[in-house]
């Protein structure tokens, strides 16, 4: 159980250059102890060491490295929360700085909620008394805020899918705990066939509710695009027309290894991060270069493509195959060179796609705005503020289900070992207020009204 | 006229499972005790089911020995059939049930109390509380005596304006035609204390002899009885059991109830009490899972020495002859006699919400309640309360700490806490799905939980004590031996573990490692543990179990430490939370009513969100630094 170490970004989420993890409380060093690598080979342990020092090294989670990153150890009571406090720098950077909160959090913190850190400050006595009437309205403020933000977020699917989930997982807990109570009214011979049987269907939901939760993330989080493009397509200069002199916000994320560069955009709220840019950029010939299965593979993992074509040549087979792959992908497809006589026309590409067609000329900036509104409009739904708060919101609902995915795990680990049904009904409760998290709701009496309602008991 | 007849220093009012439980607890703490019933020969009666225990239920009774009570070892006394149910599952749901001969427990439960020191029995009806300002200072009965004392426990079960029902016919007694208590509620009331009416039901009572046992299948003991009482001697209970049989309702049972709702009190309207879901009538459970083509019906001895047969799952309030037409459709009770009707039953209760966690209710010092009056059901749950509430009451004279247990402590506190804290819409089952740690709180290591408590109390012997000091010592030996004993991969080890389908070892390991595995356990490791020295049984059973569910006990008890920091941040009773100035008014309201004793149980308010504890936490800190300041000054 993940209790009582909290952790949070402590830098507001955008592009800036330095972006901080925060983490209190008793199991802060330890939580670091096992991410945290120093410099060279000596093993160093910041548990060892003295309060307020700073550390530098990196960020692993497992095998994998994170980031580079300066760690600022401070020992309870002398830290802002009175807690033992670990601060992580890193490169900053919304995709960075997140990976690093996640880590933290798969290693034994939970997410802090509103205002806790205000909290914990105050109630270890770190805060001024006049401050205490200004903690009580953060804290309610905050959760008021993030009840709409989560709700505004859920509203329709996907609360809708949580709810169902949480139905059939309570019916199971419910008939568990009925027979238990009953065992000469109601059986579980065979149940644990039965129980395993529903179990798969929930854990393959949960995952596709972690994989839609990603959603959430590609308007926190950036928009993973990739531009592709025959040489001289004019990839480039499209990339530079949406990067643009006024749009200053723009940094490159050193990633684990140094070799993939992200350029990140900003299209007002929505940002951009156009994938392996020194690639197009030096290159200017993804496709002929590293062939069409390249450039598939680049695309696997976009959550956009911008195909660029060339107006001004004709259409050829690798047009059509890019084009075919790219049909069921979330795609945007720029004729560009409109200043140029062309050949192409909008038509002959309609005929081989279905995606949106917008004609540009990167070099007069024509069309650019009505690309820039389709992107949006591909990714905007609904009226969501695009802040820190959301974010948290949405780590923490990703977090919740995960959580609850672990727990149905552990009962089919329990159902294959072997063990008796009282085992299950525990991971069963700890999925189902898991995805309470996610509605804010609580389980009450909830169970007992399920066992009475569903089950007949009783003298 | 009104006259004082005596003084005391603890009344109970009622002789039932609770009000025995804590006239017992008083007496032997050496207070004087008079006990009160409205009839001695109906004291400890078992006017519904005749069993003791069973799922979650045999845990309290267990608890209750633990602690120094009596139910436990009065029903080794007088069982004729046990079982121990749930044995295929894990450790924490097994659960011990057992048929009692009715008029032997009550008897039995007579004769302990009869020669109690420091107790007096009287059958009156009494019919007023006294008070003065908000303090007990005695009771008065129906015919005018005037009782002082200085704490009284009310234990009146379900006979408080009692009316028993079926059909259009309807009796003010209480159970089994025994006379109601019809003034003391007034007097309640008139003291601020707030009453409700609750309702439940029982089955009929038939003759043995009218039934064919060969159209039902028989339901026999555990060839091994465990007793209820960790100081009862298992060798010494091991005898011939009783069976109970099995049959089933069938369609046209189901017929004739629904054919003939429109006369049972529950449809007509004419009950108006709210009765347990847990325990529904017939009719209940035929109008509510149309469904179900059948219910179990258990057809169990009420004794030895009578024949009238308990028809379990048949519980109903239909008119007499439905209640013969329907039972007449049973198979193996085509020509069943009625001995006794079923019958509804209607009685005054609290809301419990009145009373602290030492069950003293808030509104008179000195006042305390247990069981079915405090609206829960079943004789165990009654009985733990009656036992804490007398334990309270006489810890209070005695100017004590009460004793409060907690969630995670024991299962009585599982249900007090309940009781006190949640809304309680209808009487009150124990579950084991309502204890959260209940891997920890299990039957097997009742003793070990509260036997310290016990003594602390003064109702468990030193030598007992000393027993309990012994195992627990022998328990830990075992478990740090089994730890720390390395086994090699050995011919002899790989042939074991083959025989018991169990994967060879590649490395090392140790025999606790083993112990864990669900195919194995410690007694079938005996052939491979060259260095075991013969351990008692119970010992033997918390080695297996403590190593075998290690991972799930240790989860257990790292959420019973983040229970326990919210449970010891106390709350002051006489607070006022309209005080506090960003709480919803909806919490200011639930806070007001409850009077939490700490943040924990407040959290557990329903209407009280984590927003207000955390508005509440921080209103407390502020409080605490301006005292802070204050003293500095």
């Known amino acids: 159980m993940k209790m009582n170490t909290i952790a949070a970004i402590a830098t507001a989420m955008s592009s800036s250059g330095i972006g901080i993890v925060r983490i209190s409380g008793e199991e802060s060093f330890q939580i670091i102890d096992r991410v945290f690598k120093g410099k060279g080979k000596r093993v160093k342990k910041l548990s060892d060491q003295k309060s307020h020092t700073v550390h530098y090294g990196f960020i692993y989670d497992g095998d994998e490295l994170i980031d580079e990153v300066l760690v600022l150890i401070m020992k309870g009571p002398g830290s802002y929360t009175g807690e033992d406090t670990v601060e992580i720098d890193c490169h900053g950077g919304i995709l960075v700085t997140k990976k690093i909160l996640e880590t933290v959090l ?30 009580i309205d953060v804290i309610n403020a905050k959760n008021q805020y993030a009840l709409k933000s989560s709700v505004s977020q859920l509203e329709g699917a996907v609360s809708k899918r949580v709810r169902a989930l949480r139905e059939v997982i309570i019916y199971h807990i419910a008939f568990i705990e009925s027979a238990l109570d009953d065992p000469e009214h109601i059986s579980l011979d065979g149940y644990h066939e039965t129980l395993l049987q529903a179990v798969i269907p929930l854990k393959e939901e949960l995952k596709r509710l972690i994989r839609s939760s990603e959603n959430g993330r590609v308007l926190s989080e950036g928009i993973e695009t990739v531009i592709l493009g025959k040489p001289n397509a004019g990839k480039s200069s499209l990339l530079n027309v949406l990067v643009g002199e006024d749009r200053a916000i723009v940094t490159d994320i050193a990633g684990t290894t140094r070799d993939t560069l992200k350029e990140q955009i900003m299209l007002e709220d929505l940002s951009l991060n156009v994938i392996d840019t020194a690639g197009i950029r ?54 560009n060179k409109s200043d140029l006589s062309m050949v192409v026309t909008p038509d002959m590409l309609n005929k081989r796609t279905s995606h949106k067609v917008i004609t540009v000329s990167a070099r007069n900036r024509s069309g650019i705005e009505e690309l820039e509104h389709e992107i949006k409009t591909m990714f905007y739904e609904g009226e969501i503020d695009f802040n820190d708060q959301v974010y948290i919101t949405n780590v923490r609902q990703k977090n919740a289900l995960e959580e609850a995915l672990r727990s149905l795990g552990m009962v089919e680990q329990s159902i294959h070992d072997g063990m008796s049904e009282d085992f299950y009904s525990i991971d069963l409760m700890d999925a189902y207020e898991q995805l309470g998290i996610i509605l804010g709701e609580s389980v009450e009496d909830d169970l007992v009204n399920e066992i009475f309602s569903k089950f007949c008991m009783g003298k | 006229m009104q006259y004082l007849e005596e003084s005391y220093d603890v ?40 069993n003791i225990g069973g799922s979650s239920k045999g845990h309290l009774v267990r608890e209750l020995d633990a602690l120094g009570g009596e139910m436990g070892k009065n029903i080794d006394k007088t069982f004729i059939q046990s079982k121990m149910l749930n044995q295929s599952k894990g450790p924490a749901v097994h659960s011990l049930r057992a048929q009692a001969d009715k008029q032997d427990y009550t008897r039995s439960m007579r004769n302990v109390l009869e020669n109690t020191d420091h107790l007096t029995i009287r059958q009156a009806e009494v019919s007023e509380i006294l008070t003065d300002q908000g303090v007990l200072t005695g009771v008065k009965t129906f015919s005018g005596a005037v009782y002082h004392c200085k704490a009284a426990v009310l234990a009146t079960g379900t006979y408080l304006r009692a009316r028993c029902i079926y059909g259009d016919v309807s009796n003010y007694t209480g159970p089994n035609g025994l006379q109601a208590a019809n003034h003391l509620t007034d007097s309640l009331k008139a003291n601020g204390i707030e009453m409700r009416r609750f309702k439940t039901g029982t089955p009929a009572r038939v003759d043995k ?78 109008v509510k899972f149309p469904d179900k083509e059948r219910h179990q019906v258990f057809v169990e001895p009420e004794g030895l020495y009578t024949n009238e047969m ?32 079923a019958y509804a039953i209607e009685y005054d209760c609290i809301n419990s919400r009145q009373l602290n966690a030492s069950l003293e209710f808030k509104a008179v010092s000195g006042l305390f309640s247990g069981g079915q009056f405090n609206g829960s059901s079943g004789y165990e749950e009654a009985a733990v309360q009656g036992f804490m509430a007398g334990v309270n009451a006489a810890r209070k004279i005695m100017g004590r700490e009460p004793v409060i247990l907690d969630r995670s402590q024991a299962y009585i506190g599982v249900l007090i806490d309940d009781l006190v804290t949640k809304e309680n819409l209808e009487p009150y089952r124990m579950m084991t799905s309502r204890a959260e740690y209940r891997l920890l709180l299990r039957q097997d290591n009742a003793d070990l939980r509260l036997m310290g408590i016990g003594h602390e109390i003064g109702l468990v012997s030193d030598e007992r004590y000393e027993q309990l000091l012994k195992k627990e010592q022998a328990i ?57 020295v013969p351990l008692p049984e119970d010992v033997v059973e918390q080695v297996d179990i403590n190593i075998k569910y290690e991972g799930y006990i240790r989860r257990q008890k790292q959420q019973v ?22 709480l919803r008014r909806e919490a200011i309201q639930k806070l007001n009513l409850y009077k939490p004793m700490s943040i924990g149980q407040a959290s557990r308010i329903s209407g009280v969100s984590p927003a207000d504890i955390s508005v509440l936490l921080v209103y407390l800190e502020q409080k605490r630094y301006h005292k802070n300041v204050e003293q500095k000054e």
């Not at chain 1, 205002?115 to 770190?126: D, H, I, M, V």
């Not at chain 2, 400890?44 to 005749?50: E, Q, R, Y």
């Not at chain 2, 983040?562 to 449970?567: I, S, T």
């Open chain 1, 106 to 135: 798969k290693y034994g913190a939970r997410p802090a909620e509103p205002g806790e850190f205000t909290k914990r400050a105050f109630l270890s006595g770190r805060i001024d008394l006049t401050q205490a009437e200004a903690v």
């Open chain 1, 282 to 335: 030096d290159t200017e010939d993804i496709v002929e270069k590293i062939g069409v299965e390249k450039a598939r593979h680049a695309a696997e993992g976009a959550d956009l493509i911008i195909y660029v074509v060339d107006g001004s040549c004709s259409l050829d087979v690798n047009d059509e195959e890019i084009l075919a792959f790219i049909e069921d992908r979330k795609a945007v497809i720029v004729l």
């Open chain 2, 11 to 50: 009344v109970v009012v009622g002789a039932g499972h609770a009000g025995c439980e804590a006239a017992l607890a008083c007496a032997r703490l050496g207070l004087e005790t008079i006990m009160f019933t409205v009839s001695v020969d109906s004291i400890a009666l078992m006017p519904c089911n005749p």
């Open chain 2, 310 to 341: 308990y028809l379990g799952g048949m519980s109903s309030s239909l008119p007499e002859d439905v209640q013969y037409a329907m039972y007449r459709t049973v198979p193996g009770l085509e020509n069943v006699k009625i001995v006794r009707n």
């Open chain 2, 476 to 532: 830990e030996l075992e478990i740090k031996r089994l730890e720390a004993t390395n086994i090699g991969a050995s011919e002899k080890v790989q042939e074991f573990l083959e025989n018991h389908g169990s994967t060879p070892l590649k490395t090392g390991t140790t025999l606790a490692e083993l112990v864990r595995r669900p195919e194995l356990n410690y007694i079938m490791l005996t052939d491979i543990d060259l260095k075991r």
């Open chain 2, 209 to 286: 002899r009218s039934i064919d046992f060969t159209k039902m299948e028989e339901q026999l003991g555990d060839e091994r009885v465990v007793p209820f009482s960790f100081s009862t001697d298992p060798a010494s209970i091991q005898k011939e059991q009783i069976s109970c049989w099995l049959t089933y309702t069938n369609s046209s049972t189901h017929e004739i109830i629904r054919d003939n709702l429109g006369r049972s009190p529950l449809y007509s309207g004419a009950i108006e009490g709210t009765g347990p879901r847990y325990c529904p009538s017939i009719e209940d459970k035929v």
């Open chain 2, 561 to 582: 430490t983040q229970y326990k920091k919210l449970e010891n941040r106390k709350l002051q009773m006489d607070f006022d939370y309209a005080e506090v100035k960003g």
